[in-house]
């Protein structure tokens, strides 16, 4: 008897085709990567090009609406995120840094007028990368402040500049990427603590591998460790019918020390950590 779930697999009497690339993923992944394609393909006021299409600034939020990576690109946006949230190959994604199934929002910040040009002259360029630079910076330094634990998964930290205030990096285009009547399911605390566990044991597994790693990516297991716990201790918490723990509890930086500061070490030492994935 020919299967009747979701996907048959080619039984006897179910005759065989070939089915098309797009329908085998999981109806969650689908669902996912269209509304991250719409997202991609918005339109900027003002401009031919989508969003997807520009030069600028991303970053990624999970279901708590916690910041936890952010980076950049002068190719596009969509060339760059969709490498991150299709599983395809990137540093980040293949260290396990980022799971691309935690990520439940996106922020967009394009700006197409710092991509390099052609006839730039390389007094241009250079200020352009500056200025790009400028915009990750700050993305990721109020990414910080907001995040309550004081770090996010970024194995390689931008290079410092001078912080741009909200006002001036200006408002981000928001876009959800959790399908209609598939966040209860895949938000619940079980699990998302099985991924996140999944996902820093294979991390723990590339430096186990590897060896010689950078301290970035032994920051990043540190990171995901405390998220995993204040996680898995919320769960206990609600299981036992009290209150979770105190959110001061899992500051990272009692762990790794604070970021922001390590800025100042690396301006003062001309240290660089240019994120090149």
Do not use: W
């Not at 990427?177 to 597994?205: F, K, W, Y």
């Amino acid at each position: 008897m020919g299967s009747q779930g979701v996907a048959t697999y080619n039984e006897p009497d179910d005759g065989f085709t070939v089915p098309d690339r797009s329908a085998l993923p999981t109806a969650f992944v689908q669902g996912f990567r269209k509304l991250l394609d719409q997202a991609l393909r918005t339109k900027v006021p003002g401009q031919k090009k989508s969003i997807g299409a520009s030069a600028g600034i991303y970053a990624f939020y999970d279901y708590d609406d916690e910041p936890i990576y952010v980076g950049q690109t002068v190719e596009t946006l969509g060339t760059r995120v969709g490498r991150h949230m299709r599983g395809q190959r990137t540093d980040t994604v293949a260290y396990h840094v980022l799971d691309p199934m935690e990520v439940a929002t996106l922020h967009l910040y394009p700006a197409e007028h710092l991509r390099p040009a052609k006839g730039d002259s390389d007094e241009v360029k250079a200020q352009k990368k500056a200025a790009v630079n400028a915009m990750e910076y700050s993305v990721y330094y109020h990414a910080i402040r907001e995040s309550k634990y004081g770090s996010i998964l970024n194995e390689k930290i931008p290079q410092p500049t001078p912080v741009m205030t909200p006002e001036e990096l200006g408002e981000p285009y928001k876009f959800n990427l959790i399908p209609e009547g598939m966040r209860e399911v895949r938000s619940h605390p079980d699990t998302r603590i099985a991924r996140r566990a999944h996902t820093l044991a294979q991390l723990a597994g590339v430096c186990e591998d590897r060896g010689e790693v950078t301290e970035g990516l032994r920051r990043v297991i540190v990171v995901q460790a405390v998220r995993l716990a204040d996680l898995a201790s919320a769960r206990l918490a609600y299981a036992e019918g009290r209150a979770r723990p105190s959110r001061d509890i899992f500051a990272a930086t009692k762990l790794v020390g604070n970021i922001l500061e390590e800025f100042d070490r690396k301006k003062a030492t001309g240290e660089s950590d240019d994120d090149d994935d």
